[in-house]
């Protein structure tokens, strides 16, 4: 058994295959969901140390807006999720909000952080569930659906973060760096056009099952006339030219209108349904 305290620093470049090796022995689902690598030596990246060997691990960053998301959370079985969670939150807070963040918001995957954050002042943001498509079946769409679907460019980006920042509340923006970085490594990133303007965006990532839909958005204005509709045919063509198998996304459970359009397009629910927290900073 590890003794009552652990020791907190920030986690450096050198520090990198110790992080891995962290991340491979986990038997806890991890949290994953950035480019952890480039972040190392950053006063927000803390590596957690038992006895001097290294147990833990977490990233918090805000990307745009008022919300600090946690990007890589990584705990030894061996380490009580309270014990770690009391050493490392009160040495995220100044840093974060010295870097805009009012909120700190944190997924919990695999269910092993919920009891504990919420014993340290956290409340549910949202219920999220993960849908899946194995199968090649598409639904029948409307002839007429007035836009355009290609692919999107570097150019496009200031337009699409405004575009994201109009369809999704602040906990869940990107910011224009984050999407011309999810543009540069995509497996699939489109855009919906309509008389030159930018109405709607899509974009899947490559991932060990297959690909995995990231985002699908399109501007309030042009919603339930089938824009998401012919973004996310026109994807899933995309994504089984490149031989892709399964495709999986995550959308909110109380997102009724999201869970329609997947469930028409043959995406069903897969695995348990995952919370995420948040906190005010103080």
Request: some cysteine.
């Amino acid at each position: 058994m590890v003794g009552s305290l652990l020791e907190i620093r920030p986690a450096v470049p050198a520090d990198e295959a110790t992080i891995r090796r962290l991340l491979a022995r986990s038997a806890r689902p991890c949290v994953r969901s950035w480019w952890w690598e480039d972040s190392l030596g950053a006063e927000t990246f803390l590596l957690a140390l038992a006895d001097g060997y290294p147990v833990g691990a977490l990233l918090a960053l805000p990307d745009d807006g008022p919300v600090a998301w946690v990007r890589l959370g990584v705990l030894a079985p061996e380490i009580p999720a309270g014990l770690w969670l009391d050493a490392v939150l009160p040495r995220l807070e100044l840093p974060l909000r010295a870097l805009g963040a009012r909120a700190l918001a944190w997924t919990d995957v695999g269910g092993w952080t919920g009891e504990a954050l919420r014993a340290r002042g956290f409340s549910p943001l949202a219920r999220l569930v993960t849908l899946a498509k194995d199968d090649r079946s598409l639904p029948r769409m409307p002839p007429d659906i007035p836009c355009t679907v290609r692919p999107a460019r570097a150019e496009d980006i200031p337009a699409l973060a405004r575009l994201d920042h109009d369809a999704f509340p602040p906990p869940w923006w990107f910011s224009a760096a984050t999407l011309e970085r999810i543009r540069q490594e995509a497996a699939c990133f489109l855009v919906a056009e309509r008389d030159g303007l930018l109405i709607g965006y899509t974009e899947a990532r490559p991932a060990d099952h297959g690909a995995h839909i990231g985002r699908l958005a399109v501007a309030p204005p042009f919603q339930r006339q089938g824009v998401g509709s012919l973004l996310l045919r026109t994807t899933l063509s995309q994504l089984w030219k490149q031989g892709v198998g399964e495709v999986t996304l995550n959308t909110q459970e109380d997102n009724i209108a999201s869970r329609r359009l997947y469930e028409r397009f043959g995406f069903r629910p897969v695995g348990p349904r995952i919370i995420a927290w948040w906190r005010a900073l103080i």
